[in-house]
């Protein structure tokens, strides 16, 4: 069975803080790696990763894949109340039918 | 910009009914999902569909069937419903193949089954 676990389950930083988010998957035929942001609403994609020790970075926001470990990261520096929110690790698998499983996600909480 | 559409945001349903939640996306996307997402379990997928009729179980698939007669249209049909499915239902679709690529989700349906 496919497994996808997030650490920590949740998070509490005060702002200017980073914080790194991990995500760790057993699956059977690795495609890639997907990073969400859940605030009260549906998900939004944050990143996308193929490929392993390439970084992929969009503002405060940055994220790497590695595959020896079978892990990710999702770093976000100097936070703002903004970056409160669930982030949600998914990682797509498979052969002909493909799926994707989602881990339970991180619950962040930015304090002004 | 894609455009995931689910017919409601928010359902009240009695125990032992018949529940339709559509789907609708508009980019010709090969992929849709059906996921519902309850807290401390996060999303779980239930169906997904790769074609046109074509649907593949997720990981809890009990209690539920799809329909997928149109590429632009999922529906997810509880034929009872039971109070455990209440819950945060989440559609999305995404393009065909490869290394898997980015889903775009729907806002979402609150059910309630009392």
């Known amino acids: 069975e496919d497994k996808v676990v997030q650490s920590p389950l949740s998070l509490v930083v005060h702002e200017g803080d980073t914080v790194t988010l991990n995500c760790s998957y057993e699956?059977?035929?690795?495609?890639?790696l997907l990073w969400y942001k859940q605030e009260k609403k549906a998900p939004t994609f944050l990143f996308m990763l193929t490929s392993s020790g390439i970084e992929k970075k969009s503002g405060r926001l940055s994220s790497i894949l590695d595959k020896k470990e079978l892990s990710s990261i999702l770093n976000i520096t100097a936070t703002q109340t903004g970056d409160s929110a669930i982030y949600l690790c998914a990682v797509f698998s498979g052969g002909s039918n493909y799926k994707l499983t989602f881990g339970k996600g991180t619950l962040l909480t930015v304090n002004p | 910009d894609v455009k995931v559409t689910q017919s409601s945001r928010y359902l009240v349903k009695r125990t032992g009914e018949k529940v339709f939640l559509e789907c609708v996306q508009d980019?010709?996307?090969?992929?849709m999902f059906w996921y519902r997402q309850d807290p401390g379990l996060g999303l779980r997928l239930i169906y997904f569909?790769?074609?046109?009729?074509?649907?593949e179980k997720g990981d809890i698939p009990e209690g539920y069937s799809v329909s997928r007669e149109k590429k632009e249209r999922f529906s997810l049909i509880l034929e009872s419903a039971s109070t455990n499915q209440t819950s945060m239902y989440l559609c999305?679709?995404?393009?065909?193949?490869?290394?898997?690529?980015?889903?775009?989700f729907g806002p979402g349906t609150r059910l309630t089954v009392t």
């Open positions: 699956v059977t035929n690795f495609r890639s």
């Open positions: 999305a679709s995404t393009t065909g193949g490869g290394a898997g690529n980015e889903q775009y």
């Open positions: 980019m010709d996307h090969e992929n």
């Open positions: 569909s790769y074609d046109v009729k074509m649907k």
